[in-house]
Structures are given as structure tokens and as C-alpha cells.
């Protein structure tokens, strides 16, 4: 990924935790862990990559909350 200056998004790579799809892999956070994961379209091929992205532009304590069970699903 390119380093970029300013953002509100976190690019993750879920690749080593899951062969799910990006669609999958979104639903799957959302249902299962509550935590809204946003599809990374910005290529060609969707299939080439398994990346998310995580919106940051949030209340710390939303962001806590986010990574706690973040960690509780891996």
C-alpha cells in the first residue's frame, strides 16, 4: 500500500486469517463481531487481494470498543 499523508481509513490485509471473500469476509465482521469493515474496490481484480478498511474517524471510545472485539474474533 502507498503511505499517504492524510486519511480517515486503516488498510488492512486479512489475508493470513481468513480465505473469505471481501463481500464474505465484511459480512462475517458485521454479523458476527459488530464491527463495519468498508470493501477495498480500488483495483482491478477482487479476487487478486484480501483487504478492508477500517474507518477511523470515530470516538475513542468507539474505536476501543472496535478493537476489542477485533481481538476477540482472532
Not at 29 to 39: D, L, N, P, T
Request: charged share 25%; glycine share 2%.
Amino acid at each position: 500500500m502507498l503511505p499517504c499523508a492524510g486519511t480517515y481509513f486503516v488498510l488492512a490485509d486479512y489475508s493470513a486469517l481468513s480465505d473469505a471473500t471481501e463481500p464474505e469476509f465484511a459480512q462475517t465482521m458485521i454479523v458476527k463481531y459488530g464491527v463495519a469493515v468498508i470493501r477495498f474496490v480500488f483495483y482491478d481484480s477482487p479476487t487478486d487481494r484480501r483487504v478492508v478498511r477500517f474507518c477511523f474517524a470515530k470516538k475513542d471510545e468507539t474505536l476501543r470498543e472496535a478493537l476489542r472485539r477485533i481481538r476477540a474474533a482472532l
